[in-house]
């Protein structure tokens, strides 16, 4: 049975090849994308209150790890096969280091409609993921120029909208308790799959709108888009069974490896690596990657994390 | 009376470049500018503003003609290569020519 | 017992009349619409998974018909006796041909609050009847000119917000069912009636900001926007009855055949017909036959069904 | 045990302070504070139904009573300690003498997560404020001059949003009932905090963006920002132990007392007397006294009404 | 030719005023004005449009010289000394010149 | 030095056209478009955006003067009769004058 949120996805996508002349107005975007933010940032804070943190040091610093070597991968690949400029192969191996909070929201959907339990401090692996591949897509495009300008790119990446209000949320999360939400639960919890559904909906507009722009930037960047993803959800399944957590949190931090950043890294890259070509990365991103995880990745994420999980005999 | 001919100058630009240009148009000797939120298309592609990414603003900013002339010159130097970017500029009448 | 709702429209005039700055931002009145689309289209889609579509046909096509009749009808009327341009009746004539979704969300409310249940599938009727009064208006001013783009048109009003979401809703709501929708019910079904008493608001402030207009274009259209509607109301009832629905049904196809478009026809018409005064047909049907439905026809043609049915012994 | 919406509140305050690109869109600030106000006036109108009119005139006319002498006792301070020109203390002491809907949400929130009931018609209370404060303002800035035209003020300050929709929720709160809002409870009840804590976000962000401007005004402002609603809410006090109000009544007649209008007053206040100057009393009653009411004061009111009634044993 | 010159009076001012101004460039021969929303920064500080109180207008009025002159002398009698207002003019090319 | 002097044609109209000025200002020669939301009034009544139908678009395209002579020659045979617009347009300085 498909999920109503994928479906209201397709929509988008259909509305838009249609060049249908529906739009959520950007400021509705903006406001569902809050609620998600922050809906995300006070389901894991909640958990977060429950967890021994020096239990989960080890894992930060594994994904955390994880963030810094995924775009070394991808970027030689990039140059070399994709024959991308040196700027242009930096920013895109950034976005797949990355992460994509709307992935991740679909994937929590996928796995609550499965009743899939997993480790309920993902959303702060999630912010964790979001730092390190902005810092490599930098060092990679700049090498250790002395005139980078750190500061401004510490302050982007931070007061961001995405890390602040996951981290913000968190916070709240975990000082409220579970008790202490639950008069907001209406509000956060009770619409977020409402809210889901119509972030998907404008999301496939955006991303129907990039399908063009995949022509003029040809195959290479297609099969990019679908093949690194698939190569990254590997380390994150790794990372799952190497703490042995759950099948659900091992499908997550895949999913989380898989998923590409729109938000926080294309915005730290404007910035820091400005002659890259954003269209490039965003096109490989939304018009690739968001799609494939969503309709392809999700699924597919979980059943190797079931396979696996049977091997290891987890 | 061509003491209240001032320059009017009109940036359109892509908004992450928002907090840049205004930091930068009055390090240069703006008194003041305003933005509206706008949406176009140039050398760069579509920007449709349908969501943050590819929005644009439009500033403007009136000034004396030596500023203007400072600014556009920055311009050009930091943002023409890499950004979605196009300035132009035209003489007005203003009221309170000291204003600016 | 007044319905809030349409406490909610009185507001919305009387903040008007009074000339308030209070406004809906035309971001959460698209958000709004959104929303009640959506939701309309989905609640039709589940039941229609129910429906053997051969049962169906029947009464789309007769619906239909009634779309393609009811401007025939307008048309000389408002010509004649209106001495209207040809273009102004041909516009106006398709306008109340055609439905407004906002009416029949008011009457389904309306329906609901007095336990009366009616068959689900109305959406469906709904979108169907959007569609032919459109290519008669068109008609009707142009005559089978060649130079005529049908293409523009179709595309316009097929991939225009309206239609889109009825039918995206009502696919979303068949496919899923009714278990799938369960986790977006909070958003689109609880949220229902307070999103809609938001939307009437609006309408009552757009209503009231047309008044002034009234004057200018004089009684004939002020009759014409509230008889209109009453003649109209007949054939949705005699739709009711030959296919023997039941009185809720066959008061909401009352309400289908006497609502008037403000949405799908005024731009359909200003890409068409644009020598056709918008101003004219919209004061008509957001001035006169919107407020006229809400606050009056909704009840009567409920009670002309309940009349009908006893009589006919239904 | 911190509530979340006070979390959300200094989220805001910290993405402020560190300069966040985070922003709540005007458009969607605006839906929030429609959304509080219709809610607020609505819950308000229902319990109206149950109440003799009669019995509450006598508050009523106290609570305008106050509303006058409020800004007479603020005006001498802020000329004389304060050395502001005549215009900008009479500005001043009209923000302090009305009253902040938003203090008051967050004040009926806490009351509520502490179980404290109150007498449910003080949402009248709060409109019945809104007014006499502005009066006494334009007076003192303008003494009896002719050329002040009022009309134009009475239509600022009742077609305003504020007290239109306030009054509009009483309104259709009374009429319909209690089963009657039942269909949009969802709506305005249910979500009612969740809307809060997103209103404080923004509210938190705008009062960050008025820190720097403190600077520029000095300590006198800082003083009194803080010190005149605690002086204004013994007033409340009084008069909720005058008519023997419930601890919670009382309660919530200091919040109004203490609370500093940041939306009538000043659009009242640009049109009427101008030359004040509108930067300086909102960043009192933005910068200062919200932020002060909100963290410390409300608690504090209810600690010290408490303390009033064992006190005359009420 | 130059029958076809009309003069262009922009308005930048605090959205409070737009009820005012709406009605004073009428009466004083305006016979249309087109309003976008803005966002600023001048002698009277930064106006962000956060929220309602601090948004800005722009306010573009086409019209004859006289009547521009005629609405600039009137904002400057009325409105400068108290309210956020930059008013600058310029001279532009129209079709249908009757029109303005 | 004319050389950098382009026209900068405005135009303001119905936002249900926009889709057809968008293709129209492109087929006639122009390279990029601006375009910004704003409401207003005119011969045709007040639009004041309250919703889709009466929200209007401003479009601003800078271009050699002939394509703008071209452009407004199109927009008075296509929509001058049946469409809210007002045009104009007056000469600007631009840096990279062969951009436009
Ligand atoms: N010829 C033009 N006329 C008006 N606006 C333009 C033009 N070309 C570009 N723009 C605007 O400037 C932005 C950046 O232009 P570009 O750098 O050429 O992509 C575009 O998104 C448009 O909003
Ligand atoms: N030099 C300037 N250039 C462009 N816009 C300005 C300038 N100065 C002021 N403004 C605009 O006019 C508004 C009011 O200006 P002021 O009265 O100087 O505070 C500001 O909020 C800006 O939007
Ligand atoms: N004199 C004017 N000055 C500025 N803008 C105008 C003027 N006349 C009309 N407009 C704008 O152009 C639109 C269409 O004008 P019209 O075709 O005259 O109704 C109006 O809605 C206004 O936004
Ligand atoms: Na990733
Ligand atoms: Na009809
Ligand atoms: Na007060």
């Known amino acids: ?314 | 009376m061509s003491a209240n001919i001032r320059t009017l100058l009109t940036i359109i630009s892509e908004s992450s470049l928002e907090n840049r240009l205004v930091r930068d148009v009055q390090k240069l000797g703006a008194r003041g500018y305003t933005i509206t939120e706008c949406r176009g298309k140039g050398a760069r592609g579509a920007r449709d503003a349908e969501w943050d990414y590819d929005s644009n603003i439009r500033m403007e900013v009136i000034c004396s003609r030596e500023t203007a002339l400072a600014i556009e010159k920055w311009l050009q130097e930091k943002y023409y290569d890499d950004f979605a970017i196009v300035v132009y500029s035209d003489d007005v009448n203003v009221l309170r020519p000291d204003k600016f």
Chains 1, 3, 4 share one sequence.
């Open chain 1, 1 to 314: 049975m498909l999920d109503p949120i994928i479906l209201f996805f397709l929509l988008g996508i259909i509305a838009g090849l249609a060049r249908s002349e529906l739009r959520l107005p950007s400021q509705i975007y903006d406001f569902v994308s809050i609620l998600l933010l922050l809906a995300i940032g006070l389901k894991g804070g909640v958990e977060l209150a429950q967890q021994p943190f020096a239990k989960l040091a080890p894992q930060i610093l594994a994904v955390f790890a994880m963030g810094l070597i995924l775009p070394l991968f991808a970027f030689p690949v990039l140059r070399k096969l994709g024959k991308f400029k040196r700027a242009d192969a930096a920013s895109i191996a950034a976005h797949y280091g990355s992460v994509s909070v709307g992935t991740y929201a679909v994937a929590i959907a996928y796995l609550a409609s499965n009743d899939v339990s997993f480790e309920q401090y993902m959303p702060l692996l999630l912010v964790v993921l979001e730092v390190p591949a902005i810092l490599v897509g930098i060092l990679l495009a700049r090498g250790l120029s002395k005139n980078m300008n750190w500061g401004e790119v510490a302050h982007e990446i931070f007061t961001g909208k995405g890390v602040l209000l996951l981290l913000g949320g968190l916070a709240i999360g975990w000082i409220a308790g579970p008790e202490g939400l639950e008069p907001i639960k209406p509000m956060f919890f009770d619409l977020f799959k409402g809210v889901l559904a119509l972030f998907l909906l404008e999301m496939g507009l955006i991303a129907a709108a990039r399908v063009s722009a995949l022509r003029t930037y040809g195959a290479f960047l297609l099969v990019f888009g679908v093949v690194m993803p698939l190569f990254s959800s590997l380390f994150g399944i790794g990372i799952g069974l190497l703490f042995d957590l759950s099948v659900g949190g091992t499908t997550v931090l895949a999913v989380l490896a898989a998923s590409a950043s729109y938000i926080a890294v294309p915005a730290a890259m404007r910035i820091s690596v400005p002659e890259a070509n954003p269209s490039l990365s965003l096109t490989a991103s939304l018009g690739i990657t968001f799609p494939f995880n969503v309709l392809v990745g999700i699924p597919l994420y979980y059943q190797m994390c079931l396979w696996a999980h049977s091997v290891t005999g987890g």
